[in-house]
């Protein structure tokens, strides 16, 4: 491993850091250290770090802003990819009527708005308060009742240890919160249309942003760790209502409770580990399925090895790494026929 080391930091023209704790690099603040943590200096780093880690036959997780991901209390035994917000230069692309952005994969959501408002975009509010990158924006196709990523995105750019290229977004598959990206890849950059408007039209874009970020503050735990909305809504209901019916709001198991603001959340008291968190989630879903018949799907990705090991139930979400040479099974998601669900949070 000392020579790949090596290699890796030489190729990444960044930070290559061993045993790299992952718990302070996830919003939940759980789990335990990767082997190694690369985060390259550019897309062209990038790709050279994808074909050494195919070369050495390691097995490695891209991992964004860690806003929905939950990492095992044993860690990552291979190499976890993390791109820095600065990671691929931004463009701006005139439309007239519209304007094409280009974001890194490693930028803040939040830039994506700040960029479209300095360009007079419009339709954009929805991301507002949303945490996370725009590379997890895309993989998730994210969004809330007022919309999503599928909305705007144009394409994605990808690499693999054979070079980077665009990908349309017809050929993600996008669907509420599922975006299929190509096996082996890493999302780069994101190309979106964003509608541009007149000041009227931005002056409303603003009031509404601010309003979806004091409902977030109201309503969600926003005070303490976690890793946002645990379970995707189900078709016509809202998971943290059936949570809540279930009588398991407030319910705590080691350092990790499900909220008593929004049961859709589970929540660290400050001491939680990833088995604690495991333990509330797979109680909430067998709950609700055995009082309603719903089976709630995981939002969050089970990233990582886990002791003790996941439930069966959960095994099926659980997010494998990448085997450099073999194909990867995409992991179960819900509802691929509607790239957005317009339901309530």
């Known amino acids: 491993m000392t020579g790949l080391i090596a290699e890796l930091r ?15 690099r996830t919003s939940v603040r759980v789990g335990g ?13 990038l790709v050279e770090i994808l074909g050494l880690l195919r070369g050495a036959a390691v097995p490695w997780f891209s991992l ?19 791109l820095g917000q600065d990671f691929a230069a931004e463009e701006v692309e005139e439309g007239g009527d519209h304007v094409v952005l280009t974001l890194g994969a490693g930028a803040p959501i939040a830039r994506f708005l700040s960029l479209a ?5 419009v339709g954009v509010a929805w991301v507002a308060g949303i945490p996370g990158t725009v590379g ?11 919309g999503c990523m599928a909305d705007h995105l144009l394409a994605a750019e990808v690499a693999s240890p054979d070079g980077l290229r665009w990908v349309d977004a017809a050929d993600l598959h996008l669907a509420y ?5 190509p096996p082996g890849s890493v999302l780069t950059r994101a190309r979106c249309r964003v509608r541009r408007g007149s000041e009227g039209d931005l002056i409303e874009q603003q009031r509404v942003a601010k309003a979806d970020v004091d409902r977030r503050r109201a309503t969600q735990p926003l005070n303490l760790p976690n890793s946002g909305s645990v379970f995707v809504n189900p078709r016509g209901d809202f998971a943290g209502r059936l949570i809540e019916q279930a009588g398991l709001k407030g319910t705590t198991r080691g ?9 859709n959340f ?10 604690d968190v495991v333990e509330l989630l797979a109680l909430a879903r067998r709950t609700v399925l055995d009082r309603t018949g719903i089976e709630l799907k995981p939002e969050v990705r089970l990233v990582g090895d886990f002791d003790p090991p996941l439930p069966p139930e959960l095994q099926a979400h659980h997010l494998q790494p990448v085997l450099p040479g073999l194909d990867v099974a995409a992991v179960e998601m819900p509802d691929r026929t509607k790239s957005c669900l317009r339901v309530q949070p």
């Open 10 to 24: 030489r190729a990444a023209r960044g930070e290559v850091i061993e045993h790299a704790p992952l718990a302070s």
């Open 33 to 45: 250290p990767a082997k190694v943590l690369v985060k390259p200096n550019d897309p062209r780093a």
């Open 64 to 82: 964004g802003g860690g806003a929905n991901t939950i990492v095992g209390d044993l860690g990552v035994n291979g190499a976890v990819i993390r």
């Open 117 to 121: 408002k300095e360009q007079r975009g």
């Open 136 to 146: 997890g924006l895309v993989a998730m196709n994210a969004g809330t009742p007022a």
């Open 177 to 181: 919160r599922h975006c299929e990206l």
């Open 255 to 263: 350092g990790a409770q499900i909220s008593n603001r929004h049961a």
């Open 266 to 275: 589970i929540v660290n008291l400050g001491t939680a580990k990833a088995a």
